[in-house]
């Protein structure tokens, strides 16, 4: 898909947004598409939402959720496996397997150690 028809989508949900309204939606609001599939603009899968930041909450969920059936799981960085909240460290940047993370690290180690020798 191309950038310019995912706009042409999204500014057709927004039209059918504003339509339901009876009123303009400030640009402010982005729209969500619950089912995550944004040719979708059936008035039962479109959400106004807060902000940006409770949209890009809601895409995280809506994957998870497609992915691997848990709204609430999230994706590690390392290994890119949906787990529950309990197994991973989360952080403001991302999210991982304290296991992957070690291993990750680990690699990265061996890499420089070996050049090291060169
Ligand atoms: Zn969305
Ligand atoms: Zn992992």
């Known amino acids: 898909m191309t950038k310019t028809s995912d706009m042409t989508y999204h500014r057709r949900a927004r039209r059918i947004v504003e339509s339901v309204l009876g009123k303009p939606l400030s640009t402010k609001h982005p729209i969500h598409h619950l089912d995550g599939n944004h040719k979708n ?12 930041t409770y949209h890009v909450l809601l895409d995280m969920r809506t994957q998870a959720f497609l992915v691997c059936g848990k709204a609430n799981w999230r994706k590690c960085v390392f290994c890119k496996q949906y787990d529950a909240l309990k ?11 304290k296991s992957c993370n070690n291993n990750y690290y680990h690699n990265v180690r061996k890499v420089t150690g070996s050049l090291a020798k060169m």
């Open 41 to 52: 603009n059936s008035k039962n899968n479109l959400v106004i939402c807060e902000n940006r």
């Open 87 to 97: 197994n991973l460290s989360v952080t403001p940047t991302s999210t991982y397997h």
